[in-house]
T-cell receptor, first 115, second 112 residues
Framework: GAVVSQHPSWVICKSGTSVKIECRSL??????MFWYRQFPKQSLMLMAT?????????EQGVEKDKFLINHASLTLSTLTVTSAHPEDSSFYIC???????????FGQGTRLTVV | AQSVSQHNHHVILSEAASLELGCNYS??????LFWYVQYPGQHLQLLLK??????LVKGIKGFEAEFIKSKFSFNLRKPSVQWSDTAEYFC??????????FGAGTRLTVKP
């Protein structure tokens, strides 16, 4: 089946630095990518939706200048957490699907810890 | 290996049929359990969740799920499906490490 590879699976960074998370679709064209964040003991929260070649659509309350999303190709989408703070520590996960397909595929998730 | 298993890849039902989607997990200890739905072209939506208390959980759109600890299961049910329930359904488990782990998903097709 289709695979979405997300990395890194975990990262520890210092406050003020930036971290890039990548999601690659390995054997299909990911026209749409969803980025989610999970707070401890809560369900996923949608951060943004990105379509290949266009700007991401951010959910209300998500800072677009802090969480930079790039979806420049049909196989790669990236989420960059800029000027990270400890409150950005969380579990981030991507999900992608291709045009006209109802199936969605998840990355493995990234555990970000900002110290 | 710790995992979340959804038994059916694709389920096809007629309208008004009853639905049960299986979900089993292999994590020990305390877990939080979720069912999400993803309609075509849309993002995930939370159907229901179990953290503690009554193991029979009622969610939105007439869905419910039962947590059976002894079976490590959290099956999703709906007494009578509608065409609009056509979507992909994901079971997810939030275990000791707080990371969310998903099943592979079950595609539900409801024929009108």
């Amino acid at each position: 089946g289709a695979v979405v590879s997300q990395h890194p699976s975990w990262v520890i960074c210092k406050s003020g630095t930036s971290v890039k998370i990548e999601c690659r679709s390995l054997d299909f064209q990911a026209t749409t990518m969803f980025w989610y964040r999970q707070f401890p003991k809560q369900s996923l929260m949608l951060m943004a939706t990105s379509n290949e070649g266009s700007k991401a659509t951010y959910e209300q309350g998500v800072e677009k200048d802090k969480f930079l999303i790039n979806h420049a190709s049909l196989t790669l989408s990236t989420l960059t957490v800029t000027s990270a703070h400890p409150e950005d520590s969380s579990f981030y996960i991507c999900s992608s699907s291709s045009a006209g397909d109802t199936e969605a595929f998840f990355g493995q998730g990234t555990r970000l810890t900002v110290v | 290996a710790q995992s979340v298993s959804q038994h059916n890849h694709h389920v096809i039902l007629s309208e008004a049929a009853s639905l049960e989607l299986g979900c089993n997990y292999s994590y020990g200890g305390t877990v939080n359990l979720f069912w999400y739905v993803q309609y075509p072209g849309q993002h995930l939506q939370l159907l229901l969740k179990y953290f503690s208390g009554d193991p029979l959980v009622k969610g939105i759109k007439g869905f419910e799920a039962e947590f059976i600890k002894s079976k490590f299961s959290f099956n999703l049910r709906k007494p009578s499906v509608q065409w609009s329930d056509t979507a992909e359904y994901f079971c997810a488990v939030n275990a000791w490490d707080n990371d969310m782990r998903f099943g592979a998903g079950t595609r539900l097709t409801v024929k009108p």
